[in-house]
């Protein structure tokens, strides 16, 4: 069966786990770590592709609003252990939207019609790490916290935190 997420259980409740926070813990740091978090989470998912098909990923092709931090997309590519590829135009699902409207529109007659419209200049390419060992290690300590924060949320609790009201 394919393994569309995962870790989609940990989807079934509204919880979040935030942990190793000191006082030392600035708002970079939560902002870090959710962006690495997003990171590991699309490793997983690409994880989970590869073994489903049999083949791997050379590079990876963003857009998007996520795509324009620089700091997310070397990230990417050091957890992911694949080049990230992000084209100067970052919203290219609305493009291809747009290109699909146009053509049954009439607006163009055929792919030909569009060519260099989105090769634009001003691409990116993200290169992953060599030191391959370091972000292995990670990957495997988020995949164990992950692991761990299972089960955090209990089923009898309420969306909005623990049965005795203190809130989530």
Known sequence: MPRIFPHASLLSTNSTQKVGITHHTQKAHIARAT?????FQTRAILDAMAAD???TLASLA??????ASDVCMQAQADV???RVDRPAMRETTALGAAIAAGLATGV???????????????????EPSPDRAKYERLYARWGRAVE????????????EGSKDGEGG
């Not at 962006?35 to 990171?39: G, V």
């Not at 163009?108 to 993200?126: C, H, I, Q, S």
């Open 35 to 39: 962006l690495e978090a997003t990171c």
């Open 108 to 126: 163009w007659e055929a792919l030909a019609d569009l060519d260099g419209l989105a090769d634009r200049p001003g691409r990116t390419v993200f």
């Open 62 to 67: 963003v857009d998007g609003g996520l795509s």
């Open 80 to 82: 992911s252990g694949i």
């Open 148 to 159: 761990m924060s299972r089960g955090w949320v209990r089923d009898d609790e309420d969306s």
């Open 53 to 55: 098909s049999g083949r």
